[in-house]
């Protein structure tokens, strides 16, 4: 029998996969991974995923299943790849993504490591999206959840070959109501649980109290400007600010105006009106690219590819011209969309595919 390890956020998705994966066959053991805890911030309020409430909603599906529960204490690894990126991008005026980075670094590297250690060779999480091994090819492949509106195979384009081999994504054919009846069907704790709509280190949410403990030099007041470099007025700091915003531009004019940029070494925020060719572009470069469909191509391979691409998250991918350059030492993704997009967000993921497929990504450059 074939043991797995499944990451378990105390929500009902995770629950699921659990269940699924047992019913499967599989020797299952539910593993919930405690993270790090700010000073001053509590990390168990009820919406968070990281910390001992989120444990013990998992130890009790865990016991309703039958199967081995453990909590594991990953706040170092969370700390050195997660909390200090997210406070050096807001510090350098840009936008991460801690999740992107938490599935790369944390779900499916050390936890993949722990499974290890309990004797599995696999790890699984309630994540909507689907793995393949395509034999032609020779790759495994990363392909969207069956369900377009909770899929999250964006999130998870960091993942290398090797981690993608050694994991299962037990919804990525399910829908989610489908798994809320299943989870009622089964009677476990968490069947109506509400899903979180937050970054789980972030409680209610609030970023900015969060920066001031850990990037108190992105709250240095600024100048907010238009396009030309004309000072239209002033701001408390950065950390308040993401290209594409509309909130908090405390300045006189006749129509709304949006970030459209920032600069951290000038402490600036840059605004404009919505139709300002500053807040739209045709072309995003990225950096720390990561092939998956695609192989990486070598020097004499390069070329254009026709993909379809998502510069965030909640974002309908849009058609546009690939192209694979070298960067230095390593390759970096310069797209061309077919029509211009709103809010190029340096820090944010560019993340290409082709129908199903996620082709590659990467980090948005500034």
């Given amino acids: 029998m074939e043991r797995v390890v499944v990451g378990m956020s105390g929500g009902v998705d995770s629950s699921v996969a659990a269940a699924l994966l047992l019913e499967q066959g599989y020797e299952v053991i539910g593993a919930t991974m405690l993270v790090w805890s700010p000073p001053g911030v509590d990390m168990n309020y009820s919406d968070s995923c990281c910390g001992l409430s989120a444990a013990e909603d998992a130890r009790r599906v865990c016991a309703r299943l039958g199967i081995r529960h453990y909590t594991l ?26 999740c992107v980075r938490c599935n790369e670094f944390v779900k499916f590297r050390a936890l993949l490591d722990r499974a290890r250690a309990l004797g599995a060779d696999r790890v699984a999480t309630g994540h909507y999206a689907r793995v393949r091994y395509d034999e032609e090819r020779e790759r495994w492949l990363l392909l969207r959840g069956l369900d377009r509106r909770k899929e999250q195979s964006y999130a998870l384009y960091r993942l290398s070959q090797e981690q993608l081999s050694r994991t299962l994504f037990p919804l ?90 920032i600069d951290a070494a000038d402490h600036a925020v840059t605004v404009a009106p919505a139709d300002h060719e500053a807040l739209h572009r045709h072309e995003v470069v990225t950096e720390d690219a990561n092939f998956i469909s695609l192989a990486p191509p070598t020097a004499g391979s390069l070329g254009s590819l026709a993909v379809t691409a998502k510069i965030r998250y909640n974002f309908e991918d849009q058609a546009a011209t690939l192209v694979v350059e070298p960067h230095g030492e390593t390759l970096r993704l310069r797209l061309r969309f077919d029509q211009p997009v709103r809010a190029v967000t340096p820090g944010q993921s560019l993340v290409c595919y082709h129908g199903e497929e996620v082709m590659a990504g990467g980090i948005i450059a500034g």
Wanted: one cysteine or more; aromatic letters at 10%; proline letters at 10%.
């Fill in 172 to 261: 990525g054919e399910l829908r989610k109501p489908e798994v809320r009846e299943l989870a009622a069907k089964l009677d476990l704790p968490t069947a109506g649980k509400p899903d979180s709509q937050e970054t789980c280190f972030v409680p209610n949410n609030d970023y900015p109290t969060l920066l001031q403990i850990l990037a108190p030099e992105s709250f240095t007041p600024g100048e907010i400007r238009d396009p030309s470099g004309r000072v239209l007025g002033r701001h408390d700091g950065i950390a308040y600010y993401t290209v594409g915003q509309r909130k908090r531009i405390n300045v006189g004019s006749p129509t709304p105006l949006y970030v459209s940029g």
């Fill in 73 to 98: 204490d990953f706040k170092e690894v969370f700390y050195e790849t997660i909390i200090k990126n997210y406070a050096q991008e807001y510090a350098a005026g840009r936008t991460p993504n801690p």
